[in-house]
């Protein structure tokens, strides 16, 4: 019996073992590419977790192969409180400085990253990698000032709402697809040329910008009031606020030529910091 538990208290310790070595070799590997490449964690507290995790199947090893060494036993176990401690208020401090907001792609497939400073409001987006890794991609327009608010408008698009400290209503997309193959580089403005609707809401792109009618109320955006993001979808502002988004949908084909038939659907997304659904608009005719 007494020996059975030996053998199973040996098992458990090397295995405790693995997993502390395994966290460790990860850390390192984690401080080498944020050095080379300015790889970063998808949240600034998995560092501090990662920490405290190691040190905790390292101690629990150290018990479990040391049986009779009870001194070792407590010392080791005074620095991994201390250790846990210190690692806690570190997570605690990191939580207070960065905001950090993760978003699952309705497929899981895409992960939507962005870190805001809380003193400053400056928000920046990463691009994830390997799961539990991000790259700084860019910083979002303007200060941020209150939550941000994310919507996905597809697998592979996700809307970023916002107040700046002038109180303006900001939109940032992220983009992870494209409909073109990949490819080459096209404007969704021209892609969408046409008349779209659904239901009372309308859109028509043409060469003059793009309009909105919504409840029989139009309003019409010049091109240089449309910013595009990526090759997914673009933002319409008025006086430099946002007031629409819209994007391309995953059953959308672009067009080899002008000549081509448009397939697939767009959604007109209102930028508000209500709860609000995108609607679904269907292609109608290209004028």
Same mark, same amino acid.
């Given at each position: 019996?007494?020996?059975?538990?030996?053998?199973?208290?040996?098992?458990?310790?090397?295995?405790?073992?693995?997993?502390?070595?395994?966290?460790?070799?990860?850390?390192?590997?984690?401080?080498?590419?944020?050095?080379?490449?300015?790889?970063?964690?998808?949240?600034?507290?998995?560092?501090?977790?990662?920490?405290?995790?190691?040190?905790?199947?390292?101690?629990?090893? #150290?018990?479990?192969?040391?049986?009779?060494?009870? *001194? #070792?036993?407590?010392?080791?176990?005074?620095?991994?409180?201390?250790?846990?401690?210190?690692?806690?208020?570190?997570?605690?401090?990191?939580? $207070?400085? #960065?905001?950090?907001?993760?978003?699952?792609?309705?497929?899981?497939?895409?992960?939507?990253?962005?870190?805001?400073?809380?003193?400053?409001?400056?928000?920046?987006?990463?691009?994830?990698?390997?799961?539990?890794?991000? $790259?700084? $991609?860019?910083?979002?327009?303007?200060?941020?000032?209150?939550?941000?608010?994310?919507?996905?408008?597809?697998?592979?698009?996700?809307? *970023?709402?916002?107040?700046?400290?002038?109180?303006?209503?900001?939109?940032?997309?992220?983009?992870?697809?494209?409909?073109?193959?990949?490819?080459?580089?096209?404007? *969704?403005?021209?892609?969408?040329?046409?008349?779209? $609707?659904?239901?009372?809401?309308?859109?028509?792109?043409?060469?003059?910008?793009?309009?909105?009618?919504?409840?029989?109320?139009?309003?019409?955006?010049?091109?240089?009031?449309?910013?595009?993001?990526?090759?997914?979808?673009?933002?319409?502002?008025?006086?430099?606020?946002?007031?629409?988004?819209?994007?391309?949908?995953?059953?959308?084909?672009?067009?080899?030529?002008?000549?081509?038939?448009?397939?697939?659907?767009?959604?007109?997304?209102?930028?508000?910091?209500?709860?609000?659904?995108?609607?679904?608009?269907?292609?109608?005719?290209?004028?």
């Amino acid at each position: 019996m007494k020996q059975s538990m030996n053998r199973w208290a040996a098992i458990t310790g090397w295995l405790c073992f693995l997993f502390a070595a395994g966290l460790f070799f990860l850390q390192m590997g984690f401080l080498l590419l944020y050095r080379r490449f300015g790889m970063e964690y998808i949240d600034n507290r998995l560092f501090f977790i990662v920490n405290i995790l190691c040190v905790f199947f390292f101690a629990l090893s #150290i018990i479990f192969l040391l049986k009779r060494m009870v *001194v #070792i036993k407590w010392i080791i176990s005074g620095i991994v409180v201390l250790f846990i401690i210190v690692n806690s208020v570190l997570f605690v401090q990191s939580n $207070r400085e #960065i905001k950090n907001l993760i978003s699952l792609s309705p497929d899981w497939e895409h992960m939507l990253v962005i870190k805001e400073r809380v003193k400053t409001g400056e928000a920046i987006y990463y691009r994830s990698y390997y799961g539990i890794l991000a $790259r700084p $991609r860019e910083k979002l327009p303007d200060q941020v000032s209150g939550p941000l608010k994310v919507q996905w408008l597809a697998n592979d698009i996700a809307a *970023v709402t916002y107040r700046t400290e002038n109180h303006q209503l900001q939109q940032f997309i992220g983009t992870y697809g494209d409909r073109g193959g990949g490819t080459s580089y096209y404007y *969704v403005g021209a892609e969408i040329h046409g008349r779209w $609707r659904a239901g009372h809401t309308e859109v028509v792109s043409s060469t003059k910008g793009i309009s909105v009618s919504e409840n029989r109320a139009t309003e019409t955006f010049s091109w240089d009031d449309v910013e595009q993001f990526g090759t997914l979808a673009v933002v319409l502002k008025r006086n430099n606020e946002a007031v629409w988004t819209l994007s391309l949908n995953e059953n959308f084909k672009v067009r080899s030529n002008a000549a081509a038939p448009t397939v697939g659907n767009i959604r007109l997304f209102k930028a508000s910091m209500m709860k609000n659904q995108p609607l679904t608009l269907n292609y109608i005719s290209e004028k």
